[in-house]
Nanobody
Framework: VQLQASGGGLVQPGGSLRLSCVAS????????MAWYRQAPEKQRELVAS???????TYVDSVKGRFTISRGNAKNTVHLEMHSLKPEDAAVYYC?????????WGQGTQVTVSS
């Protein structure tokens, strides 16, 4: 299974971005999809997750600003990010769990700077 992430870029503080991730499977509902991020010299952290039932979780620092959602095809996951802060800058990684196997995307850079 390959995960293709897109949507990163440079945005000013207070701006918005939408990340998307597409898994190379069709006709299968992926149990769990998530976004992680890793800033320089920091550990990778779970930002948001969503399961096949639609239950979502968020790290406290993004609650109220980020929204994770699944696409209609169920092999995609999006992360809507609003009111971005400099501390949100990181490489964002898509993550999926399918049949107890964990998969990672290649990462997409989010830069928040004026």
């Amino acid at each position: 299974v390959q995960l293709q992430a897109s949507g990163g870029g440079l945005v000013q503080p207070g701006g918005s971005l939408r990340l998307s991730c597409v898994a190379s499977v069709t006709g299968i509902s992926i149990n769990y999809m998530a976004w992680y991020r890793q800033a320089p010299e920091k550990q990778r952290e779970l930002v948001a997750s969503i399961n096949s039932g639609g239950t979502t979780t968020y790290v406290d620092s993004v609650k109220g600003r980020f929204t994770i959602s699944r696409g209609n095809a169920k092999n995609t996951v999006h992360l809507e990010m609003h009111s971005l802060k400099p501390e949100d800058a990181a490489v964002y990684y898509c993550n999926a769990v399918l049949f107890s196997q964990t998969y990672w995307g290649q990462g997409t850079q989010v830069t928040v700077s004026s």
